[in-house]
């Protein structure tokens, strides 16, 4: 006898063994226990999720000879001719195949007739979105108004393709996407019934892959099992025949991506492509990795949500520390529309190479969400230059400038020991902060590209004695000004200007409120404040 692949075997033949789909069972099983059956149904949901199986079912139910608390009972005539497809009450239509005008006409002159056996003739027209318009306009009438013992059951994938006229006259059933845990158990069953062994592990893989289908999960695992016949099942087996890759290799390469090491990144597919792994699918559970680390990293209490293990969450949570909100939300973007391209691209590869560059280097986009990254790009080149500038070396006498703390450059033939300290700079009272206010505006034109443009927007306020706040309208500016470099070059700026230390806070206006409901305008009202007016200039 030759084989039966596992999702046609294991088919439901009953209402219970239907899985995930529990709001539309019941509501069916209630109809049929009332007496209260429609005559039009349309049952929509993506692949697999059990529109066929639960119409197939529901035409047995309404024919059954006994019928037990809604479900047919199996063992009758009726139930047996049904199961076994030669009923001439239940006609299953592909409208795939047969979309004009011609094939619905039969139908019409068709329902005319009762049914020779049974109580109902139920017709299911599968893929019914991809009838012509001109059929959909024939089966108008006899969809508003069928013989008492007809039933249309109407299945499709696309319900945003059938016309409003149709969709008023039917009752609207949605099927779910199968939750990756109900997939799992009902692939154990069916494991146990069949007596193959298959890691836990391995099966939640597949039903992650399968994405709320269970056909889709009963075909995935019917070809691993295949590949590895006689055999336990292990997760890596599956990863192989799937050829998908393990969450480390995507740990290892988000942590090259983060520190921009471009080579390393490109080795890391060099491996992967030479193993033979299937890159639309890496794209996918990359994203897939990006999204959990993108919960991990904006929710403390996320476990549940989250389907990994103990210790793949303690990896996620040590990335989270590692990387920005607003640099993991711009990989997901590029992933994301790199998943659509590759599809139906013939140079996955280059594609996949490009996208990961990209991750590496944000200067290559002008989009608005890479704008922080780029920053951060430019100061990490800056920090790294400035960090090694003592090592190239400008003499010995520079460098020894450099490492007891004398600032400027030493003329010709001058000694490290003859160089000046830097005197000690005397706090400020609120006289010096008057003077800081009254000259801010051309102080902060000497400052820095990022921060003089956020600082044009700044307004000032009193912090305390000799404490200047520096309020800034938004988030991103006060981020960028209150870095700690960025305050040290204002303070320095200022102590340059006005000869005495003062401190600088940032501040940032709270979403909602005003400026004024906080903090104290110095520069407006600086005659109330502190007694003194102030011309500002610039």
């Not at 597949?206 to 997760?235: E, H, N, P, V, W």
């Amino acid at each position: 006898m030759s084989y039966t692949a596992l999702y046609r075997k294991f088919r439901p033949t009953a209402f219970e063994d239907v899985k995930g789909q529990d709001h539309i069972i019941t509501t069916l099983q209630n109809q049929i226990k009332a007496n209260r059956i429609g005559h039009a149904y349309l049952f929509c949901g993506t692949r697999g999720t059990g529109k066929t199986t639960v119409a197939k079912i529901f035409a047995k139910a309404v024919n059954c000879e006994h019928p037990a608390d809604g479900s047919p009972c199996g063992v009758c005539a009726m139930c047996r001719s049904i199961a076994a497809g030669t009923s001439m009450n239940v006609i299953e239509i592909d409208a795939a195949s047969n979309n004009g005008v011609d094939n619905i006409r039969e139908i019409r002159e068709e329902v005319t007739y009762r049914p020779t056996e049974g109580n109902y003739k139920v017709y299911i027209i599968d893929e019914v979105h991809m009838l012509s318009i001109g059929a959909f306009n024939a089966l108008l009438k006899t969809l508003e108004e069928p013989p008492e013992y007809v039933i249309f059951i109407l299945a499709t994938t696309e319900v945003h393709k059938i016309p409003i006229t149709i969709l008023s006259r039917c009752q609207h059933y949605d099927f779910k996407r199968i939750t990756i845990d109900t997939i799992a158990d009902r692939m154990k069953e069916l494991m146990e019934a069949e007596r193959v062994n298959v890691e836990d592990k391995a099966i939640r893989y597949i039903a992650k892959a399968a994405d709320g289908s269970m056909r889709d999960a009963l075909s995935l695992l019917d070809q691993c099992i295949a590949f590895y016949l006689g055999q336990t099942l292990t997760y890596d087996n599956v990863l192989e025949v799937l050829g998908a890759v393990d969450t480390d290799v995507f740990s290892r390469l988000l942590r090259n991506i983060i520190v921009r090491d471009v080579p390393k990144v490109l080795d890391t597919v060099e491996d992967l492509v030479m193993q033979g792994r299937e890159l639309t699918q890496l794209a996918v559970d990359f994203t897939w990795y990006l999204r959990n680390l993108l919960l991990v990293k904006t929710s403390d209490s996320i476990e549940d949500v989250l389907d990994v293990s103990s210790e793949n969450l303690a990896q996620l949570r040590e990335e989270a520390q590692m990387i920005e909100t607003d640099m993991l939300l711009r990989y997901i973007r590029i992933f994301s529309e790199l998943s659509g391209q590759l599809k139906y691209a013939v140079q996955k590869r280059v594609l996949l190479e490009v996208a990961l560059i990209k991750l590496c280097t944000p200067a290559m986009e002008v989009t608005q969400d890479t704008l922080l990254d780029r920053i951060r790009a430019i100061e990490e080149k800056v920090e790294n230059g400035l960090a090694a500038a003592p090592q190239t070396g400008c003499g010995p006498d520079m460098g020894n400038a450099m490492q007891t703390g004398y600032q400027g450059w030493a003329p010709a033939g001058m000694t490290g020991s003859a160089l000046k300290k830097k005197p000690e700079i005397p706090a400020a009272i609120p006289e010096d902060v008057q003077e800081v206010v009254k000259n801010f505006r051309s102080i902060a034109d000497e400052t820095s590209g990022p921060v003089r443009t956020y600082l044009k927007k700044a307004r000032l306020s009193l912090g305390g004695d000799n404490r200047l706040m520096v309020v800034l309208p938004d988030a991103m500016g006060a981020s960028i000004v209150g870095r700690e470099d960025h305050k040290e070059e204002l303070e320095n700026l200022i102590e340059q200007r006005i000869g005495k230390k003062v401190e600088v806070e940032i501040r940032q206006v709270e979403d909602g409120r005003r400026f004024e409901d906080t903090f104290a305008d110095l520069e407006r009202h600086m005659e109330s404040v502190i007694n003194m007016e102030i011309t500002v200039e610039g």
